[in-house]
């Protein structure tokens, strides 16, 4: 079974709507990430969080919201969907220490 | 200027050929870098990691760190067409990780 889990993996949803995008994970890892992937624009980082009652917002947190509802728990709502939040979604974990990030199979998001 | 930063490529080299891709960052308090390998709509699969200055080497691969110029490469040798992908360059800074827009090599039969 991957350590790391996405659902859905595949959404099209239409402008305005709420969506949820929900990762788990198996690794024991504190540490979870989301990013969003757009061609030429590489990774960049939404949210992350270092252990539950911690939240902090990354690079492009505008338009997102998370949740970590449990150590293997974290999810990401995008409150009213805009066709710019079209992009391909990963969660990821980290143990801390020096860095090491796992990553999800991804989400791709396509908003209407 | 960007954090990290590396040539988009593509990158093409004949099969069993070195590979060498190369990524600059801007933080000299950096401490932690990585390489990723992402296959064409896969997620980022981590491929070597190196924390001080030198190379490192695992199995095919060796990752080279230079703190005073701030740069890493990652090199791969004997290329094979299953390497072929986009490779992405990782800077530690302040607890996260900035990825660089990464370099797709393609490996010719």
């Known amino acids: 079974d991957a350590d790391v889990t996405q659902t859905p993996r595949n959404r099209i949803t239409k402008t305005g709507k709420r969506i949820m995008l929900e990762c788990s994970q198996t690794k024991g890892h504190d540490r979870m990430y989301w990013y969003r992937q757009d061609p030429g624009l590489g990774l960049r980082l939404i949210y992350y969080s270092f252990d539950v009652k911690d939240i902090n917002k990354g690079e492009i947190s505008d338009g997102y919201s998370v949740s970590r509802q449990a150590q293997a728990k974290f999810s990401l709502s995008l409150e009213s969907a805009i066709p710019n939040q079209t992009a391909l979604y990963f969660c990821?974990?980290?143990?801390?220490?020096?860095?090491?990030?796992?990553f999800g199979p991804g989400t791709r998001l396509t908003v209407t | 200027q960007k954090e990290v930063e590396q040539n988009s490529g593509p990158l093409s080299v004949p099969e069993g050929a070195i590979a060498s891709l190369n990524c600059t960052y801007s933080?000299?308090?950096?401490?932690?870098f990585f390489w990723y390998r992402q296959y064409s709509g896969k997620s980022p699969e981590l491929i070597m990691s190196i924390y001080s200055n030198g190379d490192k080497e695992d199995g095919r691969f060796t990752a080279q760190l230079n703190k005073a110029s701030q740069y890493v490469s990652l090199l791969i040798r004997d290329s094979q067409p299953s390497d072929s992908a986009t490779y992405l360059c990782a800077v530690e800074r302040a607890n996260n990780l900035f990825f660089g827009t990464g370099t797709r090599l393609t490996v010719i039969p």
């Open positions: 933080d000299r308090g950096s401490q932690s």
């Open positions: 990821a974990t980290s143990a801390g220490g020096q860095g090491e990030q796992y």
